[in-house]
């Protein structure tokens, strides 16, 4: 049977579907202030079956925002092969005003939102040993997205109308990871390739901690090499980066914003 509790009172109920019920607010540049609900199973001991949905109202817009993901686990007896993980993952929020000189359509729509829905199947292999720090994982990652925007449709030389509407993108994602985290000189290796309608690209991050005699004391060194396999985007550019100070960087929307595109 269901079990909801608040999350002041964290402890899974014995023989009970627990479900932790939080009030949660919210705001960005765009949506502005947002309310609404958090609902979760997770607890401090992995069950197969997680969950965490926080939907929100953007008071101001009438708009709904929010995200949530959905996770299944296998953890097989024996074999290659420790932990088997499908996670689907959703996000809505808006990202910009409306500015639009057509005044209609920024009335009806004065922000525009995106649409991101993610799944991921990710495996994790057996240590060779109990007390390996070696950890190793491959994952692949489908990511859709939809974008508002304005079209122009051209009646003249001089005149265009506009519509308002979403755009589709696509993007696949295969990732390789190796990490030793022992004590001394623990080092990371990932391996990754990306692929969108049109372009497809391979990048290898190597991270090493040299240490020193005191604990928790060494220089660390990162090694970074990314090349396009092909690249034949006219529109957006994902181009690699040494950094991403606005949203504008941040093509797969893995990440939250108070200004995306400020």
Do not use: C
């Not at 660390?220 to 994902?238: C, M, S």
């Amino acid at each position: 049977p269901l079990s909801f509790r608040p999350l002041t009172q964290y402890m899974p109920v014995y023989n009970r579907t627990t479900t932790y019920v939080s009030p949660l607010a919210g705001w960005n540049n765009y949506n502005k202030f947002m309310a609404g609900v958090y609902l979760s199973n997770l607890s401090l001991t992995p069950v197969p079956f997680e969950f965490s949905l926080a939907p929100l109202y953007d008071f101001k817009n009438d708009e709904i925002a929010g995200m949530g993901n959905v996770s299944y686990s296998i953890y097989p007896r024996s074999g290659a092969v420790s932990q088997i993980q499908t996670i689907v993952t959703g996000k809505r929020f808006a990202f910009a005003s409306n500015n639009s000189s057509d005044e209609k359509i920024a009335d009806k729509n004065p922000v525009f939102n995106y649409e991101r829905l993610t799944a991921m199947l990710k495996v994790e292999f057996r240590p060779t040993t109990p007390r390996s720090p070696v950890a190793r994982s491959i994952a692949y990652r489908h990511i859709q997205l939809s974008e508002d925007q304005i079209s122009y449709t051209r009646i003249n030389d001089s005149t265009y109308s506009q519509s308002f509407g979403g755009v589709n993108s696509y993007f696949n994602e295969l990732s390789f990871a190796y990490l030793n985290s022992r004590t001394l000189d623990p080092y990371t290796a990932d391996l990754r390739f990306e692929q969108g309608k049109n372009h497809l690209k391979a990048a290898f991050t190597f991270n090493y901690k040299l240490s020193y005699g005191k604990f928790n004391k060494g220089i660390h060194a990162r090694i970074f090499a990314g090349a396009f396999i092909y690249n034949d985007e006219k529109i957006r550019n994902y181009n690699f980066r040494m950094s991403s100070v606005t949203g504008y960087g941040d093509y797969l929307y893995d990440d939250l914003y108070l200004g995306r595109t400020e």
